[in-house]
């Protein structure tokens, strides 16, 4: 068996955007922009300044169209620009950002991605998130091989508002859960063995820097803290994502978040890595990993995220439709053991007691 494994490459500091004239003139010359609306008015003017003395020209800054779905992308297709364009540069969190990856491995041109907000790893990932156009998860799109090159801008992430880097955390919680769970028992070629591994460093820098980062993000400072937790959310789980097989990338924590999206609410009022956030929390009881969801459990306190179905407005009434859509999911495919919709709505039920009594201890 012979098998390709491309890694991501990162630039990272305040002022990394200075690194564009020396890494991406060899890619051609005409860049097209394409990325939130906020997050192109935040980066723009650096993006313009950076390419200014050198052989760039950005043609255009075009909105992406607001959610990573199909649709989009083929409203993005038509604009000339794009095709034009020798390059694309994706700015913005997530949604924007695997948009932008779906219409690039669609046209087979580079992409450079600049995460304006560190809410989680697809600036450096291969893997793209798709909704429908009603913002429900439709299904993974998976590229080839991950952007070219990601910029990580710290202090553009400092100033952004501090709940996309809480949800960031969240979500990059996940990854040593999920992968080392779903992994488990399993024979690992070298890829997916050092996917693993790397996964299991993703945790303790969370927990140990994340409530500074918090407050450093709140001041808008570009601390050691937030890097390091900018870091692990979008580059060290990056990796785990770009390593491994996609059966040991995600499972039971995203099962319950693309479950959890069936509920307005939640498209609504709560975004992606906080709702994963929870679903490590279920993962850990359902695994009866009772030691680390003790752990867990106080973090996530500690700064806020979920641990109740209040947290999230859902309802024990609403749970029928969220377990259907979670168990129904490819993440609890490749697990250790089935995973049942009764053992789903037990681990939620379970949480509620857990989440009572340590509330009641207070």
């Not at 969240?170 to 790397?198: M, P, W």
């Not at 490749?334 to 709505?345: L, S």
């Amino acid at each position: 068996m012979s098998y390709s494994v491309f890694l991501p490459s990162y630039s990272i500091g305040t002022d990394v955007y200075d690194k564009i004239k020396e890494l991406c003139p060899s890619y051609g010359k005409t860049v097209v922009v394409i990325g939130g609306k906020t997050a192109m008015e935040k980066a723009k003017e650096k993006i313009k300044t950076a390419v200014k003395d050198s052989t760039l020209e950005i043609l255009d800054f075009i909105w992406y169209g607001g959610d990573s779905s199909f649709e989009n992308v083929e409203m993005l297709k038509e604009n000339p620009l794009a095709h034009k364009a020798d390059m694309i540069f994706a700015v913005g969190g997530g949604r924007a950002i695997d948009t932008c990856k779906v219409l690039a491995h669609h046209l087979n041109k580079p992409i450079f991605t600049f995460p304006t907000i560190a809410s989680n790893c697809a600036p450096c990932t291969s893997v793209c998130v798709m909704y429908d156009n009603k913002g429900v998860f439709k299904e993974l799109y998976f590229r080839d091989k991950p952007a070219n090159h990601t910029f990580i801008c710290t202090q553009i992430i400092a100033e952004a508002p501090k709940v996309f880097l809480w949800a960031g955390i969240g979500d990059a919680l996940s990854k040593k859960y999920e992968c080392t769970f779903s992994s488990r028992n399993d024979e690992l070629e070298h890829f997916n063995a050092l996917g693993v591994q790397i996964s299991k460093i993703c945790t303790e820098p969370l927990l140990k820097n994340g409530k500074k980062a918090l407050e450093d993000c709140k001041a808008n400072i570009a601390s050691y803290e937030l890097e390091q937790v900018a870091l692990d959310i979008i580059i060290s789980t990056g990796l785990v994502s770009n390593l491994v097989i996609n059966d040991y990338n995600s499972c039971l924590a995203h099962s319950i978040y693309y479950g959890m999206t069936v509920l307005k609410q939640i498209e609504k009022n709560h975004l992606h890595g906080e709702v994963v956030a929870y679903g490590v929390l279920v993962l850990l009881l359902c695994d009866k990993q009772f030691d680390e969801l003790d752990k867990v459990y106080k973090f996530c306190r500690s700064v806020g995220l979920p641990t109740r179905l209040a947290d999230l407005e859902v309802t024990k009434e609403e749970l029928e439709p969220v377990i259907n859509k979670a168990s129904q999911t490819g993440d609890i495919v490749h697990v250790p053991y089935e995973i049942t919709y009764k053992m789903i709505e037990d681990s939620i039920l379970e949480l509620e007691k857990y989440d009572y009594k340590y509330t009641k201890a207070l």
